[in-house]
């Protein structure tokens, strides 16, 4: 069974950058979609960027030019490259995997926290 890893999170101040990691314990195949994910005390989960197997991307508005996310397909890997960040984007990232036909995976969640 696919589990996915997160890995990455931290303090960073405001202004600073931080990279995510997402790796799965299996091999994917066929259609996928990767995701980061954000969910801040007393909020709702929200979606912050997602990638294609063939690397489309989508990114949530408030964290376009300033968030990259990318993967490899050869180490089963999703990554997020933060910068600019500001106090706001505090919160547990949680890495998602969807596939036609199975049941959406999340990972464990990572930290991160921006704060001078």
């Known amino acids: 069974q696919v589990q996915l890893v997160e890995s990455g999170g931290g303090l960073v101040h405001p202004g600073g950058s931080l990279r995510l990691s997402c790796a799965t314990s299996g091999s994917i195949s066929g259609l996928n979609v990767m995701g980061w994910y954000r969910q801040a005390p007393g909020k709702e989960r929200e979606m912050v960027a997602r990638?294609?197997?063939?690397?489309?991307?989508t990114y949530a508005d408030y964290v376009k030019g300033r968030f990259t996310i990318s993967r490899d397909n050869g180490k089963n890997t999703v990554y997020l490259q933060m910068n600019s960040l500001k106090p706001d984007d505090t919160a547990v990232y949680y890495c998602?995997?969807?596939?036609?036909?199975?049941?959406?995976?999340w990972g464990q969640g990572t930290l991160v926290t921006v704060s001078s």
């Open positions: 990638i294609t197997g063939g690397g489309r991307t």
């Open positions: 998602n995997l969807v596939r036609p036909g199975y049941a959406a995976l």
